[in-house]
Structure formats: structure tokens, C-alpha cells
């Protein structure tokens, strides 16, 4: 087995690592990308076909490669898949794809990253992975009847793959909004949240959301100060009115938090049932980490441990997390910031 030796090792081939790679190109380090994918862009080729970003092409590039497209206009994932291919070709970024990394540990100094195509010894690694490893969903959907179709976000494509009838769409956040909606055009479509939504127009007096943002310091705002603090509690409002709309016109059917399911059924805090035949669960994403062996790293519940992605190990660094710094950190057009920071303190 080969051993590679980098001063910077970049796990994870999606934006925040080509984002990573751009700035110490810029420094002319000694860097590799790794990324288990078979090709750049797989995490959003592999994601629902009608998936439209809620940022306009504007907010939504990575440093120094423009999204070209109208700046108000909204890129769909294909549009996004092409781009991060581009971005690679375009900054010729020393990216390693189809190597999927089985532990991180420390050593004498240096990390030593195992891999299933080889090993790797570096003085600093940038895990950029972001935020969306294992589709959660809740155990209780292991008593739904086998003829009820069941579905996660992360492998849902389109209505074709559904079966005939109604659909129960469990999370209500804009991934479930968005597929909601797709489906109230001929299908009988229920939605299922825990929590009330809040929504945000796409656009307010002509500009987009995120350009009011911009102006009023919103996407500036750190988690350090007592702004951002405050938005990071709130939870993710649904951009745009489309299923508001919908709501309104009874093409979609709001229900409570679904809290248990038996056979066809599926019952709701409110005690009422719903006999489905198919239930989309866009229930999210838990953090996966147990590859990384070196301790300090994570907490109780294996999330990370840091400040600006920095962790309590030196050397060893996180990009893409929600919230790692600012609103944007996990969003395209927001994520070089960070990408920024944490290359100039790779050495």
C-alpha cells in the first residue's frame, strides 16, 4: 500500500474542500483532495432532480470562478454538479476521487489517514465533509407495512419513483417544502412538521432576500456576537411562498409532528392517523465522525469540537459546518470565507 506525504490533506471533494484547495493554490502549498465520490458533484447529482438552490446564482459561487447565469436567477442541482467540475478543471486543483477514508488518527506529530487505496501522512487535514452524512430516519418506520413505500430525501428522484395514491411528506424544512410542492400537482400530499414554519419571501422590493441580508449585516454576522447567537438558535425559515400558497389552496395538507407509525398507518402528536402509501422522510442528516480516532475531537454526541472550524487538536481543522461562523458557512456562496481563514493557519 503507497503512502502519500502532503503538508495539507483535504478530506472531502464537494464545495468547502474545492473552496479549501483554491485559497493554498493561491499560497502554492503542498496540498491534496480526497473524496470518496466517483466523480466532483456526486453529493448533488445523486439528490432529487427538481432541486433548485434558494440562493440566486449571485450568492451562490465559490471564490474566484463566477456562476455564470442570471445573477437573480436560482441554479438547479445539474447546473451546480457542472460548476464544481469546472471549478476543479478550471484551478487544475489536485483532486484524488473514488478514496474513501476509513480512520484519522495522530501520531509522533503527523496525521495518518487510512484509506482505502492507501495511506496518507500530513501535518495538517481539513475535514470538509459538510454537514449531510447519514439520512436519519426514525425507528419506528420499521413497522410501516412493506407494501407502503418509504423514502428519504437522499434517494428520492421524482414522482415516477413513487407508487399510485397519497403521499405523507414527514419534515417540513425547504428540502420537504420543495418536494411537497413538486407533488401537489396531481397527487394528494400531506406535510408533517414538529415545528411552525416560518417563511421568507425570495425576493423583497425588487432584490433578493440574501441582498437584504448582505446590507443589513445578517450574512455578517458571527456566532461570537450576540446577533449571530441569537439567529443560530432560530431554525432555518422556508424560502419563498410557494407552499404557503399551496397550504392555502388545500393542495397540501398540514399535519403534527408524526410520532409513530404501525401497518399502512402513521399517527401524529394530535392523536389522529393517516393511512399512506407513500411517505417521504426528509427528516435530515446526523454527523458520522467515528473515522476520526484521535480524542478531543467530538463531543457527547459526535459532533465537533471547534471555534471557526479550528479544533482543540493542532492541525486539524473542520470546513462547511452550519453555523461554523457565520448564516453562510454551509451555503455555497458562503463557505470561502471560512475557506479563507482556515488555510492561512494551515503551515
Known amino acids: ?96 476521487l473514488d478514496t474513501e477514508v476509513l480512520s484519522l488518527a495522530k501520531e509522533q506529530g503527523k496525521f495518518k489517514i487510512q484509506t482505502r487505496t492507501g495511506e496518507y501522512l500530513a501535518s495538517n487535514v481539513i475535514v470538509a465533509t459538510g454537514p449531510f452524512h447519514k439520512p436519519f430516519v426514525p425507528k419506528f418506520r420499521e413497522a410501516l407495512a ?81 446577533a449571530g447567537r441569537f439567529l443560530s438558535r432560530q431554525g432555518d425559515p422556508i424560502f419563498g411562498y410557494e407552499l404557503k400558497a399551496l397550504i392555502k389552496q388545500g393542495k397540501i395538507k398540514l399535519k403534527p409532528k408524526t410520532i409513530n407509525a404501525q401497518g399502512r398507518e402513521i399517527t401524529f402528536q394530535d392523536r389522529s392517523k393517516l393511512t399512506v402509501q407513500n411517505v417521504i422522510w426528509a427528516t435530515g442528516f446526523r454527523p458520522d465522525y467515528g473515522w476520526i480516532q484521535i480524542p478531543h475531537v467530538l463531543d457527547d454526541k459526535g459532533k465537533p469540537l471547534h471555534h471557526r472550524g479550528v479544533s482543540p487538536v493542532r492541525g486539524l481543522y473542520f470546513l462547511g459546518l452550519p453555523w461554523q461562523y457565520r448564516r453562510g458557512s454551509a451555503l455555497i456562496g458562503g463557505v470561502g470565507r471560512d475557506a479563507e481563514y482556515i488555510s492561512e493557519l494551515c503551515r
Request: net charge positive; charged share 20%.
Open 146 to 226: 412493506s407494501d407502503v413505500h418509504q423514502v428519504h430525501t437522499s434517494q428520492y428522484l421524482n414522482p415516477l419513483s413513487l407508487k399510485e395514491g397519497a403521499v405523507l411528506v414527514v419534515g417540513a424544512g425547504n428540502s420537504g417544502a420543495q418536494i411537497a410542492a413538486e407533488l401537489a400537482g396531481d397527487r394528494e400530499v400531506y406535510l408533517s412538521g414538529g415545528h411552525k414554519m416560518k417563511f421568507l419571501p425570495l425576493r423583497l422590493f425588487g432584490k433578493s432576500i440574501f441582498w437584504w441580508g448582505d446590507k443589513l449585516g445578517v450574512m455578517k454576522a458571527s456566532v461570537d456576537g450576540k
Open 1 to 96: 500500500m503507497t503512502t502519500t506525504k502532503t503538508d495539507v490533506l483535504i478530506i472531502g471533494a464537494s464545495q468547502a474542500g474545492l473552496a479549501a484547495g483554491y485559497y493554498l493554490k493561491k499560497k502554492n502549498a503542498d496540498f491534496r483532495i480526497i473524496g470518496q465520490e466517483k466523480r466532483i458533484g456526486d453529493v448533488w447529482r445523486n439528490r432529487y432532480d427538481s432541486l433548485v438552490l434558494f440562493t440566486p446564482r449571485s450568492h451562490s459561487s465559490l471564490p474566484g470562478l463566477p456562476l455564470t447565469g442570471d445573477p437573480n436567477g436560482y441554479a438547479a442541482k445539474d447546473e451546480i454538479v457542472d460548476y464544481l467540475e469546472r471549478y476543479a478543471a478550471h484551478f487544475d486543483l489536485p483532486v484524488q
